[in-house]
């Protein structure tokens, strides 16, 4: 079926840097545009990123913009978010979705990202 | 960036109940809008795209309405599997913002 899974989440130190990936399957990932959304611990929903089907146009939030790197390897079905210059501010549950056309139509489960000394 | 206000910030409703949520942009988004559903520990999900269209699997209890700068969602009968909170989102221009979300909470 139609999924999106998220992993490589976990405790960084500020300043830190880490390397999420989203797995897609059960549709031509490569069609798709794809992004990142983050929910901070008892907040609501943030915007972080997107890539083009084709990995040409890269958009970001500026909270994250110069720290955070979009990617894409089509021919994996694997989406990536490189994460440097982490601040406690970035403590979040991220998560990855499929760009429909008209929103976000398939989300992954998210995966937890917590930065702390 | 375009801001998304929702209001209320809560609302407490009973089942069987109809509840408007409001959603208002700091300029206009034409019908760019999505409204998505999350329950605790859960990924959001998509019920209403292009400020009226439900998206497939929804039940049809589930409207919006809205262009422009205003636009709501309304549920005609609540259920209780529909308390949860409800973000509105616009996709008119990047960066792409939420609605900081609605808790529809059992009266």
């Known amino acids: 079926q139609v999924q999106l899974v998220e992993s490589g989440g976990g405790v960084v130190q500020p300043g830190g840097s880490l390397r999420l990936s989203c797995a897609a399957s059960g549709f031509t990932f490569s069609n798709y545009g794809m992004h990142w959304v983050r929910q901070a611990p008892g907040k609501g929903l943030e915007w972080v990123a997107f890539i083009r089907y084709d990995g040409t146009n890269k958009y970001y939030a500026d909270s994250v913009k110069g720290r955070f790197t979009i990617s894409r390897d089509n021919s994996k079905n694997t989406l990536y978010l490189q994460m440097s210059s982490l601040r406690a501010e970035d403590t979040a549950v991220y998560y990855c979705?499929?760009?429909?056309?008209?929103?976000?139509?398939?989300w992954g489960q998210g995966t937890m990202v917590t930065v702390s000394s | 960036d375009i801001q998304m206000t929702q209001s209320p910030s809560t609302l407490s409703a009973s089942v069987g109940d109809r509840v408007t949520i409001t959603c208002r942009a700091s300029q206009s988004i034409s019908r760019w809008l999505a409204w998505y559903q999350q329950t605790p520990g859960q990924a959001p999900k998509l019920l209403i795209y292009m400020a009226s269209n439900l998206q497939s699997g929804v039940p049809s209890r589930f409207s919006g309405s809205g262009s422009g700068t205003e636009f709501t969602l309304t549920i005609s009968s609540l259920q209780p599997d529909d308390f949860a909170t409800y973000y509105c989102q616009q996709y008119n221009s990047y960066p792409y913002t939420f609605g900081q979300g609605t808790k529809l909470e059992i009266k």
């Open positions: 979705a499929k760009e429909s056309g008209s929103g976000f139509d398939i």
